[in-house]
């Protein structure tokens, strides 16, 4: 089969590898016909992670169930499906507690929890940037979609990372209806929480970023867009905020942040949230922050630390929820809401390439080139 393989930093391919298969009684192959390139992907691209080369990417699946393994039961081929990033057991107790980011089973180191396609640190598991997929634990893991599966297509892909992701956040800052939020990072998933934040009723939401055609798409929800290489963000929230700060804050952006002048600061984005968020206000992280980052600038963050504003924190009464999205927890009723026309998180889309152009479109995303907000691959 055809698929995207990583052969070094900035370095993919798309060459004939062997065919995914059926390799367990639990297993489901799909074939694939959307998967996206995720902001996730550009770390490992840019050879910021210990992923060998050989590896196929892509996270964000969507699919034709082809095969089923023997002890299947739910599916069938030629169901239409999404594919969840996190790969989850279903039967061990964090699964069982709907923390399918953490699954206890999956990945074959024991002392490890969690398991992903495609991803640096999270198992073995080939990713979807090709023409097939092995997805263990079918069953359990495969979302079929709704009669509507082909004409949203561009929309049901969403649930395999980005949405449910951008709505995890706002849960892990316990947003409330009528409370007004901040967003640090303007890209697919910061998109993701602020359109999560507006379907679930903020009263205001603000996205710091500097990329403009990432400020204009979330101008068209009613998003407040806060350029930060216009000024202060914090004092931009300030003046938006009458002086109160926002609510609750969402980390969006992860360790390769960077300021204005292009200098990369992995700390920036968490401490400007301490001081852009109201005392005993709450921060939900998604952004990425790794054990280990050998390649970066610092040799503090190279062991995966950052320095944290921790006294102002601590003394304003804040809380700060951090991790994965549990991606089954969430992408049921976020599928129901794309079905019934509630939501449709296809509009931050740019580009829909053949696979056959998928490093180009890596290096375009990767350059942040103006109008490159998101880009869906077709195999």
């Not at 601590?314 to 599928?335: D, E, I, P, S």
């Given at each position: 089969?055809?698929?995207?393989?990583?052969?070094?930093?900035?370095?993919?391919?798309?060459?004939?590898?062997?065919?995914?298969?059926?390799?367990?009684?639990?297993?489901?192959?799909?074939?694939?016909?959307?998967?996206?390139?995720?902001?996730?992907?550009?770390?490992?691209?840019?050879?910021?992670?210990?992923?060998?080369?050989?590896?196929?990417?892509?996270?964000?699946?969507?699919?034709?169930?082809?095969?089923?393994?023997?002890?299947?039961?739910?599916?069938?081929?030629?169901?239409r499906?999404?594919?969840?990033?996190?790969?989850?057991?279903?039967?061990?107790?964090?699964?069982?507690?709907g923390?399918?980011?953490?699954?206890?089973?999956?990945?074959?180191?024991?002392?490890?929890?969690?398991?992903?396609?495609?991803?640096?640190?999270?198992?073995?598991?080939?990713?979807?940037?090709?023409?097939?997929?092995?997805?263990?634990?079918?069953?359990?893991?495969?979302?079929?979609?709704?009669?509507?599966?082909?004409?949203?297509?561009?929309?049901?892909?969403?649930?395999?990372?980005?949405?449910?992701?951008?709505?995890?956040?706002?849960?892990l800052a316990?947003?409330?209806?009528?409370?007004?939020?901040?967003?640090?990072?303007?890209?697919?998933?910061?998109?993701?929480?602020?359109?999560?934040?507006?379907?679930?009723?903020?009263?205001?939401?603000?996205?710091?970023?500097?990329h403009?055609?990432?400020?204009?798409?979330?101008?068209?929800?009613?998003?407040?867009?806060?350029?930060?290489?216009?000024?202060d963000?914090?004092?931009?929230?300030?003046?938006?905020?009458?002086?109160?700060?926002?609510?609750?804050?969402?980390?969006?952006?992860?360790?390769?942040?960077?300021?204005?002048?292009?200098?990369?600061?992995?700390?920036?984005?968490?401490?400007?949230?301490?001081?852009?968020?109201?005392?005993?206000g709450?921060?939900?992280?998604?952004?990425?922050?790794?054990?280990?980052?050998?390649?970066?600038?610092?040799?503090?963050?190279?062991?995966?630390?950052?320095?944290?504003?921790?006294?102002?924190?601590?003394?304003?009464?804040?809380?700060?929820?951090?991790?994965?999205?549990?991606?089954?927890?969430?992408?049921?009723?976020?599928?129901?809401?794309?079905?019934?026309?509630?939501?449709?998180?296809?509009w931050?889309?740019?580009?829909?390439?053949?696979?056959?152009?998928?490093?180009?479109?890596?290096?375009?995303?990767?350059?942040?080139?103006?109008?490159?907000?998101?880009?869906?691959?077709?195999?």
């Amino acid at each position: 089969m055809k698929a995207l393989v990583y052969d070094g930093p900035r370095e993919v391919v798309v060459k004939d590898v062997p065919d995914a298969k059926i390799e367990h009684p639990t297993d489901a192959l799909v074939k694939i016909t959307t998967t996206n390139i995720c902001g996730s992907d550009l770390h490992m691209y840019e050879g910021r992670t210990d992923l060998d080369p050989g590896m196929v990417l892509g996270h964000e699946n969507l699919g034709i169930v082809a095969e089923v393994g023997s002890a299947v039961v739910k599916l069938s081929p030629g169901d239409r499906v999404c594919v969840p990033f996190n790969i989850g057991c279903g039967f061990c107790r964090n699964c069982e507690e709907g923390l399918t980011a953490f699954c206890l089973t999956a990945h074959p180191d024991p002392k490890m929890a969690g398991a992903a396609y495609g991803f640096a640190g999270m198992g073995p598991f080939w990713g979807g940037q090709a023409e097939y997929l092995r997805v263990p634990f079918g069953d359990f893991n495969l979302l079929r979609l709704p009669e509507d599966a082909q004409e949203k297509e561009a929309d049901y892909v969403m649930l395999s990372d980005i949405f449910p992701t951008g709505w995890h956040c706002t849960r892990l800052a316990d947003m409330q209806p009528g409370d007004s939020v901040v967003v640090y990072g303007a890209g697919p998933v910061g998109l993701m929480a602020a359109y999560s934040a507006m379907i679930q009723g903020a009263s205001k939401v603000m996205i710091v970023d500097r990329h403009p055609d990432r400020l204009r798409l979330a101008e068209q929800i009613g998003v407040i867009p806060i350029d930060d290489s216009k000024g202060d963000p914090v004092e931009q929230i300030l003046e938006q905020t009458r002086g109160r700060r926002a609510d609750k804050g969402c980390e969006c952006v992860g360790y390769q942040a960077h300021d204005p002048q292009g200098h990369e600061n992995s700390a920036m984005t968490m401490n400007r949230l301490v001081d852009s968020v109201r005392f005993t206000g709450h921060i939900g992280v998604v952004g990425i922050f790794l054990p280990q980052d050998p390649n970066a600038p610092d040799k503090l963050e190279q062991k995966g630390r950052i320095a944290f504003d921790m006294g102002k924190f601590w003394f304003k009464g804040q809380k700060v929820g951090t991790g994965q999205a549990n991606v089954k927890h969430y992408n049921r009723q976020l599928r129901d809401l794309i079905h019934e026309g509630r939501a449709k998180p296809s509009w931050i889309v740019s580009h829909e390439l053949p696979l056959d152009e998928a490093p180009s479109g890596y290096q375009h995303f990767d350059a942040r080139d103006d109008g490159w907000t998101k880009v869906v691959l077709h195999p």
